[in-house]
């Protein structure tokens, strides 16, 4: 499933990162790889505030669509 799909507080594997080729490595560069662990830290109008390798990353419900866990 996408990752805006994922409630707040819940933790998701990343199965799966889409997009073409820049946007999936500006994925990539922030920490979204598959096998990584990410947390939904917060979530409002389908954009979310998630950890992944340690860091806080707010992202938009566009992106969050491209990552699936």
Known sequence: ???SMVKEG???VIQKVGGRGDTKKFLENLGFVVGGIVTVISERNG???VN???SRIAIGKDMANRIMV
């Open 1 to 3: 499933m996408p990752l």
């Open 10 to 12: 819940e933790t998701g």
């Open 47 to 49: 954009n979310l505030i």
């Open 52 to 54: 992944v390798k340690d």
